[in-house]
């Protein structure tokens, strides 16, 4: 490396690099500043009292004198910048977060999550263990580059949470009434998203039906049936997979957050941690290599579903098929999520919030009694006409047309009581 | 262009030139200038075999060349190659045989210049640096997923500036308006293993002598010096691919040489008595020229073809008209009918080959 000479000077923004070669030298563009020197200070300019994030004034707020000042950040949406798959990517760890970070770790269930300098908390969002340290985070992984702000106003949630808890008429009665999440996290929690452009190419053994005619040597008559022709068929169909979300968190129950999505991606923006003023943020503990097997398990399926809505029949036999994955792309992003953790009866339950559409998703406790005597319901009326016509049918009556509704009615009873059953098992479940 | 382009000397008569005594000559054929033993003059001209070296004056440079290849190959290795040079044309004019071609080769050197010059500017391009991206390909047979990794090669384009100072040595830059032409029949020369300039082994052979000055040479100069000096400035960024490459520089101190390759010039006459010249690498022995065959045998032969089945067709009507009385006749004539037109189709293919293969060769 050497100085260039007074007579050229290099464009501006390029640095002088390493010259694998003497009397040349090398300029290029300086890579973008990452880490901030030192970590921002959540600290009013005005009264030096702790900012926050504030959803209404959609800026950085002291809550104290009132004073606001917008985030410096772009909404870039899906136009979002991507990365590929390299093998850099795939094996390096990360470069911080641009903020000397704590991590508030949570002894029950070990969830990590990122706070702000100064900032803690007592209580776990995801188990309500108050069995919580506060620790310096590792360094080591990846620094999200985009983040949708919060939307939804911590003063909403509430309503919100308290209207889903009284929805049902399956769960205990003291649901609605009681009090039971007081407090709402806002969390930024990790999400991967994944692009993948695929060429599927199947081969199968399609069937068509055909009508024939043959005769019937017992009737002696010509009749016609339906014989299938099958023949080797094969295709190609081009499959691409635009931003396919995937949890980069273990810590929150995979179905709960699949029950809070979507979310709108054209309101992703630049990450900046005035973002994270006065909010939580979960680090991924899936790591990338993790998530993209889980992202092109989700792929490759779509990929076989288009494949066999390519067949023109619905008699398959002996398919295969190949799917070339091609400019794969993945992006690491955090999205915001109301969690809260509340006890019922001594057991723990977990409600989300979208922090950005108000979707809810959650356990909710179930009284089983009710749905056992709504099951009894449905089943009574069909083992009622059973029990009614075995015995006509027996004595040589009419018995057979009670009989035959009461299997209806026990056919269809039966199928309710497992939708209902399941639904309730569902609603229980994490 | 360089204002300090060494100028060339023009030489009259027979003097001692490069530590040899050689004669200036021209050939009034293809107007090409040679250095030669006096007792080369009258002989034909290596290049064009068309006409015959005679004195006249050669515009040149003085100083002896920098480099030169020897000959590898002696005039007696060469026949092997000539044979099958030869042997690939099937009616061949009668001169166009592997001894005749041996007898009159010639050793000749060709030049090119050896330019060394400083290089001072700057440069800018898109610079391609390769990566490594995981991608895989899934397949589904019987229920069940494979997956196989695969590892692509790509390139990640950024941009790239800065100056250069640097001086090159010996960059190689023709001398010769037909130096394609040249590289073109006999294949390329390796000028790495290019010796210092020894008089001694340039006896008996002709010399070329430059038709590009260093000031027509010279845009050939800068060409070649632009793409070293492009090459370097990837070679300095560790980058695997260049584009859009602009270089904003100066060339100075430039120094021009020579130096010379061998050959091996003779010819042979075609039909009309016109000389075809081929030339022979004097080091991998590559033999290259036009081939071009024998019409006037092609003629003869097909003539000759044609005669034997007018003959075949007449025999045969005369045996077919005999046959109305003797049966037996009328088959063995409709016999030598068949062959009669079987020659006279056949008589076609000498007709035509040598027209189609001299169509190929020009």
Do not use: H
């Given at each position: 490396m050497s100085s260039p000479s007074p007579f050229w000077q290099p464009p501006a923004g390029f640095i002088p690099v390493e010259s694998a070669l003497a009397g040349v030298t090398v300029f290029a563009p300086a890579p973008a500043?990452?880490?901030?020197a030192a970590p921002p200070v959540f600290q009013c300019?005005?009264?030096?009292a702790a900012t926050r994030y504030d959803v209404a004034a959609g800026g950085v707020a002291c809550e104290h004198c009132g004073y606001t000042a917008p985030v410096q950040a772009q909404t870039v949406g899906q136009a979002a910048a991507q990365d590929e798959f390299t093998l850099e990517a795939l094996q390096r760890g990360a470069q911080g977060w641009g903020v000397a970070r704590k991590e508030l770790h949570c002894n029950a269930c070990g969830a990590d999550l990122a706070l702000a300098p100064g900032a803690l908390t007592a209580t776990c969002p995801f188990c309500a263990s108050n069995q919580v340290t506060v620790r310096d985070a590792a360094d080591d992984r990846l620094r999200p580059r985009f983040l949708i702000p919060f939307q939804l106003q911590p003063d909403a949630v509430k309503a919100r949470a308290r209207e889903w808890l009284g929805k049902g008429w399956y769960h205990p009665d003291e649901l609605s009434r009681s009090?039971?999440?007081?407090h709402f996290t806002g969390v930024y929690l990790p999400f991967w998203t994944f692009d993948a452009r695929i060429t599927a190419d199947w081969r199968a053994e399609v069937g068509y039906e055909h009508q024939e005619r043959y005769y019937d040597a017992g009737s002696k008559s010509w009749r016609t049936r339906t014989v299938i022709r099958w023949r080797w068929e094969t295709g190609r169909v081009p499959v691409t997979v635009d931003d396919l979300p995937q949890p980069g968190t273990s810590r929150v129950s995979a179905r709960l957050l699949e029950r809070l999505q979507p979310f709108d991606l054209g309101a992703l923006t630049d990450y900046t941690p005035d973002f994270l003023a006065g909010w939580q943020a979960q680090g991924y503990d899936v790591p990338l290599p993790q998530a993209w097997e889980a992202g092109k398990a989700v792929m490759r399926e779509r990929a076989r579903q288009a494949c066999r809505d390519d067949i023109a029949s619905a008699h398959v036999r002996n398919f295969s098929m190949t799917a070339d994955f091609a400019d794969e792309a993945w992006r690491y992003l955090l999205l915001p999520v109301y969690v809260a953790a509340y006890r019922f009866e001594g057991k723990v339950y977990q409600v989300m919030i979208n922090g950005q559409t108000g979707a809810v998703a959650g356990q909710k406790p179930v009284a089983w009694w009710k749905v056992w005597l709504a099951v009894a319901a449905l089943l009574v009326p069909g083992l009622c006409a059973g029990l009614i016509g075995l015995p006509l049918l027996l004595a040589g009556g009419v018995g057979i047309v009670p009989l035959v509704i009461g299997a209806v009615l026990l056919a269809v009873g039966g199928g309710a009581a497992i939708w209902l059953y399941q639904r309730a098992a569902a609603s229980e479940a994490a | 262009m360089p204002t300090n382009l060494p100028n060339s000397h023009v030489i009259e008569e027979a003097q001692t030139v490069w530590g040899l005594d050689l004669q200036p000559a021209g050939c009034p054929a293809c107007r090409r200038a040679f250095l030669a033993e006096a007792g080369r003059i009258g002989q034909p001209c290596p290049a064009c075999a068309r006409g015959h070296l005679e004195p006249q004056p050669a515009r040149m440079r003085p100083e002896p060349p920098e480099l030169m290849l020897t000959f590898t190959r002696r005039p007696a290795d060469l026949r092997p190659a000539l044979e099958a040079f030869v042997k690939e044309v099937w009616l061949r004019p009668d001169d166009f045989n592997a001894d005749s071609l041996l007898k009159r080769a010639v050793p000749v050197f060709w030049p090119m210049w050896l330019v060394d010059g400083d290089v001072a500017g700057s440069w800018q391009a898109e610079m391609g640096f390769d990566y490594q991206v995981k991608s895989s390909q899934e397949a589904y047979r019987g229920g069940q997923w494979t997956t196989t990794e695969l590892v692509e090669t790509r390139a990640r384009w950024e941009p790239r500036c800065g100056e250069v100072r640097r001086r090159y040595h010996n960059v190689s830059v023709p001398a010769l308006s037909d130096e394609q032409a040249l590289t073109g029949l006999i294949g390329a020369y390796p000028l790495g293993e290019a010796q210092p300039y020894d008089a001694g082994a340039m006896r008996g052979a002709v010399l070329r002598v430059p038709d590009l000055p260093p000031d027509s040479a010279w845009p050939l100069a800068r060409e070649a010096l632009d793409r070293l000096t492009a090459q370097d400035c990837q070679t300095a960024a560790g980058a695997q691919h260049v584009r859009q490459s602009r270089l904003n520089v100066t060339y100075d101190s430039l120094n021009w040489t020579q130096l010379l390759l061998p050959l091996y010039a003779t010819y042979y006459t075609d039909d009309s008595g016109q000389a075809q010249p081929v030339l022979i690498h004097g080091r991998t022995g590559r033999v290259g020229g036009r081939r071009l065959a024998s019409q006037r045998k092609g003629w003869q032969l097909a003539g000759l073809l044609a005669g034997i089945a007018l003959a075949l067709l007449a025999a045969g009507l005369v045996l077919a008209g005999i046959g109305a009385l003797f049966p037996p006749l009328l088959a063995l004539g409709g016999f030598l009918v068949v062959i009669a037109f079987g020659a006279g189709i056949g008589a076609l293919a000498p007709a035509l080959w040598p027209w189609q293969w001299n169509q190929r060769q020009r």
């Open positions: 500043v990452e880490a901030p300019p005005q009264c030096g009090a039971l999440i007081e | -």
